[in-house]
């Protein structure tokens, strides 16, 4: 299957690419289903009667930090993206929905997704901090605006059947056994999640092992399902699981409330049914070596020239140490383009942002876009060239009754200009002068 994006004023359209990727999850799973087994993916197996299967993907992780190992397996570091890549790919992995708000029995799923994994996870292993034991402090407003959105559209609008929560802790609390996250929030009244919440691999044995959370394995278990876990990946609520209840620290309703999440989720996929599905098995894809580019490129019309990273520099328990192209691919770049007969193309298949500031002034290689967390001095500002609408700005008076601030304290201050926009240092201005020149502003969204 092949597709080109549509572009309007230079900027792609983002819903046909979403749409595009939920009919390539519906046909990978309809004519290849044993695809999606893996990456990400479970086979789950009854007796020979019936064969579905638990997708868990996609990576819905906001891109924090642009040499996090992971960041290739997420659309990016925008939530307003990331909810609705997520929405796509839910739905295109179970099939239609029915829409948000509507009231309607839980329809049968032809696969079903898991939405990973919540929340604040975008580290591997840095500078000896690694994933397992990592605590991220993060506010309300940080989780509700950044992190959570893309989980929330998962559930709310795609009708994800599943949630993994990460290895992380939150705020001194590991999301594994976080009942605000995976109860409160998860199945609240706002999102209402109907399926079930998955570990991340080990992450129970984790929260004991390397986090030291509780005491005990017994208590380890125990907290993790009370908090509204209901399926570890791993063995460690086999072994420690009697054990606790045993010890009085949850009881079999802890254990049947996991149940009936997990088996009415299998129910929807037919496990139940008597139909058995078939298996396909595919080789993977191979690469071709890049020839004698340079000479190629002095003798052909158009040269693409394809570039990035791969798995040897960042992945799964893996973060990069550097954001500049590896080995010689710039001198590569540079050479290239200087032969070539027109501007060359340049593809970056990288699972993350790179350093290519090399390439800002050569007028034979096209524009570079930028990172949005990114604080320091950029080519070029996150989102340059792009925009979903137009936006324009100006200053409101207030009404009668507000009042307007006392700028005669500015008066004998220097004023600073940026981008023909004038304005005062707060230094210069001083403690006393900024309360004074305070006045009551509204903002709707």
Not at 171 to 186: M, Y
Not at 191 to 213: E, N, T
Not at 399 to 406: D, R, S, T, V
Request: a neutral charge; glycine letters at 8%.
């Amino acid at each position: 299957m092949s597709y080109s994006p549509s572009w309007n004023d230079h900027a792609p359209s983002w819903q046909h690419l979403l749409a595009v990727r939920s009919l390539i999850a519906t046909e990978i799973c309809c004519v290849l289903p044993w695809q999606c087994h893996r990456p990400g993916g479970q086979a789950l197996y009854n007796l020979g009667q019936a064969e579905g299967l638990t997708i868990w993907s996609p990576n819905v992780n906001i891109f924090r930090d642009p040499r996090w190992g992971r960041g290739q397996e997420t659309p990016g570091e925008d939530p307003a993206v990331a909810s609705k890549y997520a929405v796509a790919f839910v739905r295109g992995i179970q099939g239609s929905s029915t829409p948000a708000g509507a009231a309607a029995a839980p329809q049968p799923l032809q696969a079903f997704a898991c939405c990973k994994h919540a929340t604040a996870y975008d580290l591997e292993d840095w500078n000896g901090v690694a994933r397992y034991d990592f605590d991220a402090r993060v506010t309300l407003q940080d989780l509700v605006d950044t992190f959570n959105p893309p989980f929330q559209s998962c559930v709310v609008d795609g009708k994800a059947s599943c949630v993994m929560c990460a290895y992380t802790g939150i705020n001194g609390v590991p999301a594994c056994a976080s009942s605000d996250l995976l109860t409160k929030t998860f199945r609240g009244a706002c999102w209402g999640l109907d399926g079930y919440v998955s570990s991340d691999c080990d992450a129970v044995a984790i929260m004991h092992d390397a986090q030291r959370y509780v005491p005990t394995p017994e208590d380890t278990v125990a907290v993790a399902l009370k908090a509204g876990l209901d399926l570890n990946c791993g063995t460690y609520t086999q072994e420690h699981g009697m054990a606790a209840i045993q010890q009085g620290k949850m009881t079999e309703k802890d254990v049947d409330k996991a149940l009936t999440n997990l088996f009415a989720v299998r129910m929807r996929l037919g496990h139940f049914d008597g139909d058995p599905r078939g298996n396909a098995l595919s080789a993977p894809c191979g690469y071709a070596a890049m020839g004698q580019a340079a000479a190629l490129a002095s003798s052909s019309e158009y040269v693409f020239l394809f570039m990035g990273l791969s798995q040897d520099q960042d992945k799964e328990g893996m973060d990069r140490t550097s954001l500049l192209l590896l080995g010689k691919q710039q001198s590569l770049i540079t050479a290239v383009a200087s032969v070539a007969k027109r501007p060359v193309i340049l593809v970056l298949l990288t699972g993350g942002p790179v350093d290519i500031t090399f390439a800002q002034s050569n007028p034979k290689i096209g524009t570079i876009l930028n990172y949005r967390f990114y604080r320091g001095k950029t080519i070029y500002k996150f989102k340059y060239g792009l925009s979903y609408s137009k936006f324009s700005r100006q200053l409101v008076t207030g009404g009668k009754n507000q009042l307007a601030p006392n700028t005669s304290l500015l008066s004998g201050l220097s004023a600073m200009t940026k981008d023909a926009t004038s304005y005062y240092h707060v230094n210069d201005i001083g403690v006393d002068g900024c309360e004074q020149l305070k006045f009551p502003a509204e903002v709707e969204v």
